[in-house]
């Protein structure tokens, strides 16, 4: 077991064979002069970038480093850079060049130019890390001069399999002071007056949560991480979890002194192979440091963590859902007569909060309440981890003070849309959100604003739509998932959900009739208001924010049989337009002989006959075939 | 699709089970621990086992069995020796996940939830694989493979036969 003063020199220690991932932290290229002789190659082990085997690029890194006899080089991985979209992504420091797209073979060419020459490989430069002609420092990318980083702090810089790094940033810091320092009640009122809300979606004050659990007396109290991070297109806590266990483990223990409790739980689900594996081996480096167990730095504080794995199930992301599948049964919410923070798992006092929400909490307790609050909105103190996808050009994680508006998010660090398309709608919350239309792109991004225009903050995915996507599919998607998710306890949400996708449905093949809009008005009142829990409470969402934003969709799906997306399968017709050659191709693969046309003349679909498997659109070498 | 349980070829894995059991009992909540390590063990969750849980846990079967089918990755059937799951989250949804099921259930000539008859690959539609980046994804065997084209699914499982 180690003490405080351990601690510090693990600390300064560390921090002296950190010196170039320091330089990650710094703004400017060094020019050669200023370039020391020792370098770093920082490769992304993010969920995007590990796929292409990041462990194999090391090894070939290493492999070349040694054939051309290169000494002072450090090949190290680290967690995720958030640029998921030009992956593999990989940095050199001192110097803060910021390469992408890095495949197998260019490794060769990166030690031999940049390491040995020094000469910038400029064909594998990030897009963005050159600006006529000038390359820039990857601080000053556009996808990351917008962004802050609190709850990402340590992502992209220390190595996740070393506890030592993490200590050497701060990292367990916060925890000594708290112990040593502070009573219970000082850590929860900091906590309180940072104003850090639930980053989990609901935004629920942590500070007051907290004491409401720490005031509750009982013999046993339990602090639980939801990491059960469910709703599709967010992968934030993922990205936490991966490149900086320690922080949420960290952010754990202080509430379990803060309110009195000795174990923790991180229920995880399962679709998250990789984080399970790193979260298993951060606790079992921090327990061996004594910074987890019993009498942690000497003091009479003993806190320890367990990991439960989840099974699929959407629904256990509700807190009292969860706390049943600990338990060891179906995951269903439970009635709130009482608060969890009184009866909560086991019947004893719990806090359960999400893993962003934990790995903001160091940072708070050693930099204070006002440093927080002076990060963001009144509203909403500090930052957001968001997690952009679709059709965006930069996909991948961006960390932004709360307050940044949409299109910042969108257009200055997401790049704009894909292809150069035409911006649709933003889809934020996942299955409990809704669609926000380009009208309200300049809304700020905090738990107030986004509520107030008929979407929720959500635990930060951010699904961009174009003008491909047809707004009636994507609430039919999102219905469809909520059906099946549905726990099927309160009836509500059981029925109701089914029925409103059984109309969404409908109206997607082009059967809709002209009651189903109401129809669907009345359900979603029904479901809102008499669902049990927060799944059923917000399922409608995605169908009221769309039918408000984006009526005239579901009228000319209705009454003039017609996709303006040009998505729905079922309301589209094949059309060949005067670019055929004649080849006939399409004719030869029409399964149903719905093609009619000579050599070298223009085709015609027979739209009677024709099943819409776009088999002609596939095969058509001079892109004749369009759908309209 | 029927088939029995093989108890003398189990032999061990079911010993495994059972040390998992006696050195966790002290914990609460072991029952989604004990499915999680069935599941493991056996690359499904055999209907024998559950009876075994079942005595060894004193719970009924049937709240056993109602836990099990709760849980959308826990599978009372076995699954291939390749296990692909296609990811439909929202990101691939839009990008066209769908597209990729649909070629993956050709190529194999299987549906969605279903084995191949010569039990090498097995195909799931899952929740949100958190890879939205890459999207569209699916996972064999706990490897992500993103930005899938339809010509590159077909390149993928050929690397698997």
């Known amino acids: 077991m180690i003490t ?130 000038k390359i820039k420092h990857v601080s000053q990318v556009n996808f990351y001069n917008k962004q802050k980083k609190i709850a990402l702090r340590n992502c992209g810089i220390i190595d996740y399999n070393d506890i030592k790094e993490y200590i050497a940033l701060d990292g367990y810091q916060a925890l000594a002071k708290a112990i040593t320092e502070m009573t219970q009640e000082e850590v929860i009122n900091m906590v309180k007056d940072s104003n850090l809300r639930g980053r989990g ?3 629920f004050p942590t500070g007051r949560k907290w004491e409401t659990a720490f005031k509750y007396d009982a013999d046993q109290k339990y602090v639980i991480c939801n990491a059960d991070e469910g709703d599709p297109g967010a992968f934030m806590d993922r990205s936490i979890l991966e490149g900086d266990p320690h922080s949420v483990l960290e952010g754990m223990a202080l509430c379990g002194y803060a309110i009195g409790a000795e174990q923790g739980y991180i229920y995880i689900r399962a679709e998250y192979p990789v984080a399970v594996e790193r979260l298993k081996i951060a606790i079992k480096q921090a327990k061996e440091m004594g910074l987890l167990g019993r009498n942690i730095l000497g003091t009479d504080f003993s806190f320890d963590i367990e990991l439960r794995l989840g099974a699929g199930a959407f629904v256990c992301g509700e807190g009292t859902a969860l706390m049943e599948s600990i338990e060891g049964r179906r995951g269903m919410p439970r009635p709130k007569v009482e608060r969890t923070a009184h009866k909560g798992l086991w019947g004893k006092p719990t ?88 009208e309200y792109l300049d809304t700020p991004v905090d738990f107030g604003s986004l509520s107030k225009i008929g979407s929720i903050m959500g635990s930060g995915g951010m699904i961009v739509l174009d003008e491909s996507d047809c707004m009636v599919d994507i609430a039919r ?39 189903d809009l109401d129809r669907l008005e009345s359900l979603a009142e029904i479901i809102t208001s008499g669902s049990l829990c927060g799944l059923g409470q917000t399922a409608a969402n995605p169908v009221i924010s769309t039918l408000k934003y984006f009526r005239d969709e579901y009228e000319a799906h209705i009454y003039d049989k017609r996709c303006p997306a040009g998505a729905c399968q079922a309301l589209l017709e094949f059309y060949i337009t005067d670019k055929c050659i004649g080849c006939t191709k399409c004719a030869r693969s029409c399964p149903v002989s719905a093609i009619r046309g000579k050599v070298k003349e223009r085709h015609v679909i027979d739209t009677e006959k024709c099943i819409k498997c776009g088999a002609c659109m596939e095969v058509c070498p001079v892109g004749a075939v369009i759908k309209r | 699709m029927k088939f029995n349980f093989n108890w003398e070829g189990n032999r061990n894995k079911i010993q495994k089970l059972m040390d998992f059991m006696k050195e966790n009992r002290s914990k609460k909540g072991i029952l989604m621990m004990a499915l999680h390590e069935t599941q493991d063990l056996f690359g499904y969750i055999p209907l024998e086992i559950m009876e075994l ?31 692909i799951g296609v990811c439909l989250g929202t990101a691939c949804y839009v990008k066209g996940g769908q597209d990729i099921l649909a070629k993956l259930e050709e190529l194999l000539a299987i549906k969605e939830g279903q084995t191949t008859p010569d039990g090498k690959f097995s195909i799931d539609a899952t929740r949100c694989l958190g890879a939205c980046g890459l999207a569209p994804v699916m996972m064999i065997n706990n490897k992500i493979y993103g930005k899938l084209t339809l010509d590159k699914v077909e390149e993928i499982i050929n690397s698997y036969r």
């Open chain 1, 4 to 133: 405080v003063e351990e601690l510090k020199k693990i600390r300064e220690n560390t921090l002296k064979k950190m010196d170039l991932k320091l330089h990650k932290l710094q703004e400017e290229i060094l020019d050669k002069e200023g370039a020391l002789n020792k370098k770093l190659i920082l490769i992304c082990g993010g969920p995007g970038c590990h796929s292409s085997n990041v462990e194999e690029m090391k090894a070939r890194f290493e492999k070349r480093i040694l054939e051309k006899g290169l000494i002072h080089v450090e090949v190290s991985i680290a967690g995720c850079f958030g640029l998921c979209e030009s992956g593999p992504n990989i940095e050199v420091y001192p110097e803060g060049i910021f390469y992408s797209r890095v495949k197998m073979d260019d490794i060769d060419e990166i030690v031999d130019k940049h390491l040995c020459e020094n000469v910038v490989v400029e064909r594998l430069l990030n897009e963005g890390a050159i600006e006529s002609g």
């Open chain 1, 201 to 203: 979606g609901a935004g």
């Open chain 1, 351 to 438: 806090i359960i909060n999400n893993v962003e929400t934990f790995a903001n909490v160091p940072p708070i307790l050693l930099k204070g309440a006002d440093w927080f609050r002076s990060i963001g909105t009144e509203d909403s103190s500090g930052t957001k981890v968001f997690a952009l996808g679709g059709k965006v050009k930069n996909t991948g994680l961006v960390e932004v003070p709360m307050g940044t508006t949409l299109r910042e998010i969108i257009f200055d660090i997401g790049g704009g849309i894909e292809k150069d398309r035409k911006f649709k709608a933003v889809q934020t919350g996942g299955p409990s959100g809704g669609c926000i239309p380009e």
């Open chain 1, 477 to 515: 998607f999102f219905l469809d998932f909520t059906v099946d998710e549905s726990c099927g306890k309160c009836v509500p949400c059981r029925e109701g959900t089914k029925r409103m996708l059984e109309i969404l449905e409908r109206i997607t093949a082009g059967e809709g009739r002209a009651e």
């Open chain 2, 53 to 83: 849980i079942s005595k060894e846990l004193k719970t009924p079967l049937s709240e056993i069995y109602g836990v099990a089918t709760f849980y959308s990755q826990f599978s009372l059937v076995p699954k291939g020796e390749n296990v």
